[in-house]
């Protein structure tokens, strides 16, 4: 399919809730939307699916006002419109629900519903009993009652969505658009979420879904619009397409979803931790007497809903917090208390899942970046003096090796792609002799090209002998790398499964139950293999 | 190269045009007081006579140097501690200690061979600064004090120990107010004489420190953990990078050049102490850090131009009758437009990636945030 023609779209002859038509936008040597038609009916689910960088973001900007376009018109009902900015969009009913929550924990969920939009009792107080008694009507039209005194930082991140949600039909928004509502969720929750978002377009909501999960966009869509390189690309309705084509859409060429991951070869156990137990900042013991061991040539995977102490275990392996307890062996030899760098002298790389906060300094051109972790060493220094020349070279070699695409080595990180970031750091992590690797949720956010990539890399280390420690919070990739499977549920290993037979759903109920209502785990359960 | 020394260049420089035309419409508005009338064409009377009186003869030009030599040091010791991402007010109180250090010491060293008396005196000045300048360092690596309230707090102390300095234990027997003995041969010796205006061996220093502090940042592994830290603490203690021992050693750094250019004031320009030294260099100091890009080199030029209009401001008094004060208005409105460059970068549509200063956010956001440096 080429681009697309007018979409063949709504169904019905009552116009479009939203079109827009034509979009063009052009920024200083990018042109990020070309001509963009979309259009999406009253009582549609429609998914807009592209790698990052391909203009999802820019489109919806210009819908909510935050971008103005060079070309082209939106017309909402029919009409053409002008949407000078937010609240316009907001008044106009177009609401936005962003990935990161805009929402303030200490408030209750009705005082974060009124929140910009505060229903008055006189021109003094809140009327909170009218809000409180409109937010409780829409969570029972809609199937999810919501207590609104309840302060938000107490919910799940599953709820606090619901309260974005609802947010937006407080507001009365008919067209509601949604970015990348999964990607913090479990299976469970984006269940429940699906179902709530169903109801809404049967009671005549129109939804824009923006995803790079395929089976998710085709689960949940009516229509699927693909974006690649600013221009639509192709229109499929989920029963006439499948993942597989909806992949090569978006990237242009076939992909591999899956990555082959082939037989790994199991040796020595390089990393064993022991019954180790680790303090967050306040002082709460957010990982508990925890053991678990990584051989040589295996990929282990730590599935787990974000915030399960998943990070403080990860900070504690790597030498940037000291456990609490516990013993951690590497290759046999006791580093409990060493520190990130002799952990790293000693072969241990780290990439972070933060890697604007941790992994990269993004005001520093890509040749610092890329000796960050030993820039202190030979060759990149003699003595105390640093040697530019072949902290130049290296740049040039791991830039060509790791296909980071930029224009030059001298450009500061922060001017890359976030693909291009993560290749720079896989490429300083990766590129060096290794006993333990740690990812922590190597390809959050990522195309999926990066992805592909990434992936590979990791399996290539696994197979070269290098002990793999996957975290990650997206369930697919622990699922689709590892060779044993952890499920960490507060601060405990609650399970250790094969990841050759581990089934999707049941590593699902343990990360969001711990297994309370699945088989008991084997206390203890460590090491030995499999589950 | 061309293009990206161009993006450093543009906002001080329109920061600098926009201060002369605000200080254009001050003098505009005050003229009556200096002349009697208004006079619209004031400014570039006095304008003129700063640029006389700092460029344009010998004269002026030793004492544009002059001038220049403490606010760079303390500029490049504001400047080095931006690039560690630590604001440091107390240049002023690292200035102090250190001057009253080497007129204690130059005091006592007076009868000594000269080339003993004075490095000794300039060596027990930066020792001084040094160790003042690690106390908000160490205050803020092990308790997270915020290294602005305690600068501040250490000025005062600073300017009390000063005084109590010298109005007791180093107070010259004889004199007829309280100052400290003469420097005698630890003085830092004249290089250049003209018509009254000296200039000391001394204002060579700044040039030879902003070398050195440049080679430090930039071409050493401690410069670079010192960068990263300033840039992403996080990202510091990824890389195994000490946060605690970097804050220390930076304020320390700071410190000494401070106790640098109070050792030069004294040695060189004053060769005595009084009790009630007053100085505000700690603050200028954080203009011409930021005039200057937050870069030794741009800093040797801020300082240079700060020192000129502070060298041009007696001609300008006399030439035009605007009283010396209004280099202090200027040198304000500079620091607002630096500050505030957005508004520079309006007026000039100057493009936002050629026009910022990463350390700035040190001097705005380093309140609220707390940043994981001070852990392990």
Known sequence: ?531 | MVARLRGQLAVPAGAIVLALLVGAVIIIATSPLATGRFDPTLPLVTYWAIIQGSLLSVNGLIDTVRSAAPLILVGLSVGFCFKAGLFNIGGQGQFLTGAVTAAAVGGALAGAPPYIAAPVAILAAMAVGALYGMIPGFLKAFTGAHEVVTTIMLNYIAIQIVAYLIQGPLRAPGSSFARSADVGNAAIPVIITSGGHQAHLGVIFPFIAAGIIWWLLYRTTIGFEIRTVGANPDAARYAGMRPRYLMMLAMSVAGLLGGLAGAGEILGVSGYMPAAYSTNVGFDAITVALLGRVHPLGIVFAGLLLGAMRAGAGLMQIQAGVPVQMIDVLQGVILFFLAADIVVRRVFRIRAAAGGVAELATVTGTYGGTTKASQP
Do not use: C
């Open chain 1, 1 to 531: 399919m080429t681009a697309a023609a007018a979409p063949t779209g709504a169904p019905s002859v009552i116009a479009p809730a939203l079109e827009m038509r034509g979009i063009t936008k052009r920024y200083p040597g990018v042109l990020a939307n070309d001509h963009i038609d979309l259009s999406i009916a009253p009582g549609e689910i429609h998914a807009l699916l592209g790698e990052n960088g391909a203009g999802k973001t820019t489109l919806m900007n210009v819908l909510y006002g935050l971008a103005t376009p060079n070309e082209g018109q939106i017309l909402l009902d029919g009409q053409p419109v002008r949407i000078a900015g937010p609240s316009d969009a907001i008044a106009r009913g177009i609401s936005m629900v962003h990935q990161h929550f805009m929402l303030v924990p200490v408030l209750t969920v009705a005082e974060n519903i009124l929140l910009g939009a505060e229903t008055m009792a006189n021109p003094i107080f809140l009327d909170r009993a009218e809000a409180r008694r409109r937010i409780h009507e829409l969570g029972q039209r809609f199937g999810f009652e919501i207590d609104p005194d309840e302060r938000v930082g107490r919910l799940s991140v599953g709820w606090q969505q619901r309260v974005e949600i609802l947010k937006a039909l407080y507001r009365q928004a008919r067209i509601l658009v949604l970015d990348e509502p999964t990607a913090v969720l479990t299976p469970q929750e984006t269940t429940e979420i699906f179902a709530v978002l169903r109801r809404l377009r049967d009671e005549g909501h129109s939804i824009i879904f923006i995803s790079h999960k395929l089976y998710e966009v085709l689960e949940i869509a009516d229509r699927i619009t693909v974006i690649r390189r600013g221009r639509v690309v192709g229109q499929r309705r989920p029963s006439e397409t499948n993942e597989d084509d909806l992949a090569e859409l978006m990237v242009g060429r076939e992909v591999q979803l899956t990555v082959d991951r082939g037989e790994s070869h199991p040796a020595d156990v390089a990393l064993s931790v022991e019954h180790v137990t680790v303090k967050n900042d306040r002082g709460r013991e957010t990982v508990v007497d925890l053991s678990f061991e990584v051989r040589k040539g295996e990929i282990f995977g730590i599935a787990g809903v974000a915030g399960n102490g998943q990070d403080e275990l990860v900070e504690a392996l790597t030498g940037l917090r000291r456990p609490a307890g516990g013993r951690i062996h590497l290759d046999g030899i006791d580093v409990t208390h060493e520190g990130a760098r002799e952990l790293h002298g000693r072969g241990v790389s780290y990439v972070p899942a933060d890697r604007h906060r941790f992994g990269l300094v993004l005001s520093f051109p890509l040749t610092d970046n890329l000796v960050l972790t030993d820039y202190y060493a030979a060759p990149y220094a003699r003595g105390p003096i640093r040697d530019d020349a072949a902290i130049r070279a290296r740049a040039i070699e791991a830039i060509e090796q790791f296909d980071v695409r930029t224009p030059s080595p001298d450009v500061a990180a922060g001017t890359l792609s976030g693909g291009n970031q993560q290749k720079l750091i896989v490429a300083r992590e990766f590129g060096r002799d290794l006993r333990l690797l740690v990812l922590d949720q190597p390809t959050r956010g990522l195309d999926v090209g990066s992805v592909e990539f990434i992936h590979r890399q990791a399996i290539r280390k696994r197979d070269a002998g290098t002990a793999v420690l996957l975290v990650s919070a997206e369930l697919d990739e622990v699922l689709e790398l590892s060779d044993r499977i952890g499920v960490m549920y507060r601060g405990r290993l609650v399970a250790i499964l094969d990841g050759r037979t581990a089934d999707r759903e049941q590593v699902g109920l343990l990360m969001a139950t711990g297994g309370r209502e699945a088989p008991a785990p084997t206390p203890g359960a460590r090491g030995e293999g499999v589950a």
